[in-house]
Structures are given as C-alpha cells and as structure tokens.
C-alpha cells in the first residue's frame, strides 16, 4: 500500500472494533463499519444504557431494545428521573472533541509509523538491489549486507515503540469510552465535576497555563480524559513563531500536508511568504529570489495577486512609506501567523475554536440575559451584575421570555398562583409566603426588606394575573406605580 492509499484510509471515517454488546449500549450510532484500524465518533442519540430519546431512529430503538431484553437485571431496576436522563443526553450530545482529538491523535500516529517503515523498507530494496547488480567482491558484499541488517534491526526497535505509543493511544480512546459510558443518573454529580476539571483544563491549555493544568490533571487523576500532549505539540510550533521562526511551523505543515491539503488550507503558503518577507527584510534580495522560484512559485496558479503582492516588496524595502507594502513587515504579521496556526491545529483535531468554557459560560449567559441586567440597579445574585460577564455576554442575544416570571426578593422564589405576589403601599412586591411568615413573626406587621417601611399585613394588595386575549390585565388599583409585561405585574422600584 502506497502513502496516498494509506492517508485516503486514514481520512475516512474513524470506526472501533469493540464488544457488540456494550457498544450498542453505549452509543447505537456511535460507529460504524467496524474497523480495527480506525476509530469514528458521530451524533449521539442515546444515553449510555441505551435508553433512546425522543429523537432516536427505528434503528436504535431497535437496538436498544434488543439490549434491554438481554440484560433483565436493568429493566428490575428504578427508573431515574425524566429530567435527568434528558439532562444528561443533551449533556452526551457536546462530547463530539472529547472523543475527536483523541482519534485524530491515533490516525496521525498510524500514518507517522506508516512512512517511518515505507522509507526504510524501500531503502534496505534498493540496498539489496544495488549489492546484487554490483560487481562487488565478497568482503564488499558482507559488508553491504550487515550495514542493511543492522537499518532493519533499527527499524524493528523504530516499529516497537510506534506500538507502544499506538497502544497507549488505543488505551486512551478506550477510556474516554468508558468514561462517557459510567455517566447514569445517579452519579451524575461526581461524572460533571469530573467534566468540570476536564472543562478547566481544556480552558488552562488554549491559555498557555501549561503547570498549571499538568497540577490539576494529576491532583484529579484524569490524564486520559484530557489533551496535554496534544497541546505541548501545539506550544512547540506556537513559541517558535513567537520567536519569528517559522522551521517547526513548517515541519508540522509537512506531517499534516495530506489533510491540509484536503481542507484547502493556505497555511503554508502564508509560512513560506513571511520566510520570503524576513529575506528582503535582511536585504538577501537574491536569496529572497531564489527562495521564491522554489517555493511560492508553485502557488502562482492559485495566488497569484498576492504573490505579486509579496515580491512587489523587492523593489520596495522594508523601509517603504508605502502602506500597501509597509503592513507586510510590520510584527504583526507573526501574530496573525499564530492565530492562524491555531485555527488550522483546532480543525484538523475536530477542537472547537472557542474554549470549552467559555462556550459553556455563554449558553448559560444566554439563557439569562435581559436588557435588566445592564441597568445600574442590577441585582448583585445576576452574573451578569458582573464586567467580565457583561463583556462575555455582549455578543449574544437577549434570552426570549415568553412570560414575564417575579422572582422574591426575601425567599428567592418563584412567584406563581401558589405564591403569588403582593404589593406593599411603596411599591414594592414581595412573595405571599415570605410575607405571611413575616407577618406570623411581627404580630401582623411587615417590614420592608429594602426601605424600612413598616405596614399592616391588611395593607397588603395581591396580584392576581388574568390573561385576555388581546393584552395582560391584572386586578390591583391603577395607583400603583409599575407595568405589564406579558402575565405579569412588574412593579417598579420606588
């Protein structure tokens, strides 16, 4: 098998061989086209005890069926809550990088090995071949011959530590496997704050707190739940175009240059300027030719205007006034490398390109987000009360609120038709509950939490919300200060 045939292997589709049994109880959909090569995470559908879920396929149903019906001793146990099996299915569902990079990781060893063995092995032939067309003595001949058994003898310690880190590898995968298939129900505190470390860590790595995350991972006992090695490999490449050099950038192009190659990427091409950019700048100008007749040439068919571009800066100089030319040698360039370099490593490991935590703080924010939360008075229990959360939650819509909730202030519950709100004379609503329990405590007298007025229970003006079909109305005297919005009442602060 050739590199091409080999790499076109590698980039299908990942699949695992595992037992059938626990597979389908995994994850019905979760693989397909058992291979015992490749590994393939798709959409999650099921839980990991193979309950399906509202949107789950015949198929999988099926499945899962035809599993339950092999374990009975899973059908004699309690059922957990409704809400937390949904819980944790739509938690399963965000777990597409978990199991990603670690495939994407394995591939890429697989295809390493693949072109250590295929150098050597066509070198030992062309040994061979070369000893018998040869008119060689026998001295010579043994000699040619050793020198090859000993390359191959080499190559066999090079094959027995690609499998050891192969296996180390496959042993990853399998464990992140197990992890998402201990996640039930009743453990599901203990599988989220293990998620919450792995969240932590994800976050610590992109940010370059590399101590930081290694103390964390071994305090919490979760080296093959997490990317370190994967992210160490980024920072190599990462430090040395910090350091305006683009030698690692370039080798990693070249390990990875079938799937860039695949993905259109012009990341490369982007190194292989800079490089061309650093010759001008030094004032090699015939060096800076000569690089670009090798290596930018090949892009002219594709990228011509900026070739042009980039080589218009041999007559130009580095020290032009020109802004066309002068923005192409400014030290930024270096930076827009970095962050390119990042956006290309996140795709070809299936990573998100935002942290793990800020997307998961962003769905929370959004969900609580209200045009309230940026007024002064905000209360202090919102997060968003807070700068660092406000700037997070900038660019996200507002949280649509079909009907409008008041929560109380003393007790921090909903008020409802079961709890429902009552008004004091300033304005001021408060829970039913929290106010009857005040009032049993002060002889039927009730103190404001926030202004200090103090009132008769018999002061005291109910909301009772009446929903019409052309607008909300609510059975309280007009003098209150306040507005409708939706089936509430909302009074405003006095």
Not at 319 to 336: G, H, M, N, S
């Amino acid at each position: 098998m050739d590199q091409m045939d080999l790499d076109h292997d590698l980039d299908e589709p990942l699949t695992v061989e595992m037992d059938s049994d626990r597979s389908r109880r995994l994850f019905p959909r979760i693989f397909t086209n058992h291979s015992s090569r490749s590994l393939s995470p798709v959409l999650m559908d099921s839980l990991p005890n193979g309950t399906p879920t509202s949107t789950t396929t015949t198929s999988s149903t099926a499945t899962s069926a035809a599993t339950a019906a092999a374990i009975p001793t899973a059908a004699a146990s309690p059922a957990p809550p409704p809400s937390k099996l949904a819980h944790l299915t739509e938690s399963l569902k965000l777990e597409h990088q978990f199991l990603r990079v670690p495939f994407e990781h394995y591939k890429k060893t697989i295809r390493a090995n693949h072109r250590v063995v295929e150098k050597e092995v066509s070198a030992v032939i062309s040994g061979v071949s070369d000893a018998v067309d040869s008119d060689c003595s026998k001295d010579d001949a043994v000699n040619r011959l050793t020198s090859l058994v000993s390359r191959l003898q080499g190559l066999k310690r090079k094959l027995e530590e690609g499998s050891r880190v192969e296996n180390l590898q496959a042993q990853r995968c399998r464990t992140r496997l197990d992890h998402l298939e201990s996640a039930d129900a009743e453990n599901l505190a203990d599988w989220n704050n293990t998620r919450l470390k792995r969240i932590l860590v994800d976050y610590m790595l992109r940010m370059s707190y590399y101590d930081t995350a290694v103390k964390l991972v071994e305090s919490s006992n979760i080296m093959d739940l997490v990317d370190i090695d994967v992210f160490q490999e980024a920072k190599k490449v990462i430090d040395a175009l910090e350091n305006k050099e683009v030698a690692p950038a370039l080798a990693w192009c070249g390990d990875n240059r079938s799937r860039l190659k695949k993905s259109k990427s012009k990341f490369e091409f982007q190194l292989r300027l800079q490089e061309f950019i650093e010759l001008v700048r030094a004032g090699n100008e015939l060096r800076a030719i000569t690089y670009a007749r090798k290596y930018l040439a090949p892009w002219g068919p594709t990228d011509m205007q900026k070739l042009q571009k980039y080589t218009a800066t041999l007559a130009f100089k580095s020290t032009t006034d020109c802004a066309r030319y002068k923005v192409l040698f400014e030290p930024k360039q270096w930076d827009i490398l970095v962050d390119q370099f990042k956006q290309e490593f996140c795709k070809l490991y299936g990573m998100t390109l935002e942290p793990l935590l800020t997307i998961y703080l962003q769905a929370g924010l959004s969900a609580l987000k209200t045009p309230y939360c940026y007024e002064d008075d905000c209360t202090k229990e919102d997060p968003l009360s807070q700068d660092s959360f406000r700037k997070l939650a900038l660019p996200l819509p507002y949280s649509k609120q079909h009907h409008s909730k008041l929560v109380c202030y003393i007790t921090k519950e909903l008020m409802d038709t079961e709890n429902p709100p009552q008004v004091l004379p300033n304005g001021y609503v408060y829970s039913t509950k929290a106010l009857e329990e005040m009032s049993r405590k002060n002889n039927g007298k009730i103190t404001c939490p926030r202004t200090g007025l103090i009132c008769n229970y018999t002061d005291l003006i109910g909301l009772l919300p009446e929903r019409t079909q052309q607008s909300s109305s609510c059975t309280f005297p007009k003098p209150i200060f306040g507005s409708v919005v939706g089936d509430m009442y909302i009074c405003k602060n006095a």
